[in-house]
């Protein structure tokens, strides 16, 4: 690699990590300052005991006596935190069921911002079996969390693997320089499940179709079939699980998973069906 590609590339990354703790994708309220990056301490985040002891809500930003390295006087940024509380404190036990819980969201400076009921169940695959868990949130109406879009479903990741915390971050901030139409937006916060500290948390947009996620026109599997409407859209994922019900390989061997329309697999397999002419033409375009 050239000296030139090497320093456009850092020069890249560094934009991006200055980013980290700032703007999301364009658009997004309630934005944070690029000083806003939290630091993983020695429990990279981890539950209470091994990272950063719990909060009584009332601190506030204070600037240090100018020790940090280079002389400079830096503020320490306290992070808005979550509390979560299932009904009788039942643990999330899969990915798959949902609990009943209350959800609250207190800000940086130790305001109640938000209180509303919620749904909440584990999240991802091989995260899960990891000590720190991720989570799913549904809420009980679509609402804005930490200054995102209202929506109602969110992801809380966890970062466990990741010890700097901040890669899925620096992941979407790198897409949205590069011009990509849609990048989650994220919030780093603080969460306490059952009054338990669990470290610090990402905050995530559940990747979907909707106006302030995944922008495209949504189709009726039962009725869709005239040529101006059946082009799309359609939400797909490269999946090697195939967990949708509705999986296929392409003929260069990717699998893809159908996320919306949700189809059943009965109904693309007969011909009488709308969604099995929206299966085919969306087959055939991605082939």
Known sequence: MNKFNRASIISILLAALT???GSGSSGNSGATTATETPIA????????????????????????NGNAPGGEAQATIVLP??????EGGAEVANTEDYLNATLRVVSGNGTEVMQAPTEIRGRGNTTWGMPKKPYRLKLGQAASLLGMPAERDWALLANYADKSLVRNKLAMNLGEQVG???????RFFELYF?????????????????????NVEKLDRKTDTSADIITGG?????????DEDVCWYTSMQIPICAKDPEYAKAD???PAHPSYAQFNYIKNYVN
Do not use: W
Request: glycine fraction near 10%; proline fraction near 10%.
């Open 19 to 21: 980013a980290c703790g």
């Open 41 to 64: 301490d020695k429990g990279n985040g981890s539950p209470s005991g091994s990272g950063t002891p719990p909060r009584t809500g009332t601190e506030t930003p204070v600037a240090d």
């Open 81 to 86: 935190r979550i509390y979560i509380a299932t």
């Open 180 to 186: 990509l139409p849609y990048n989650p937006r994220s």
């Open 194 to 214: 059952n009054d338990t500290y669990q470290g610090v948390y990402q905050l995530f947009e559940h990747v979907k179709t909707g106006p302030d996620r995944v």
């Open 234 to 242: 359609y939400f797909m994922e490269i999946d090697h699980r195939l």
């Open 268 to 270: 693309i397999e007969n």
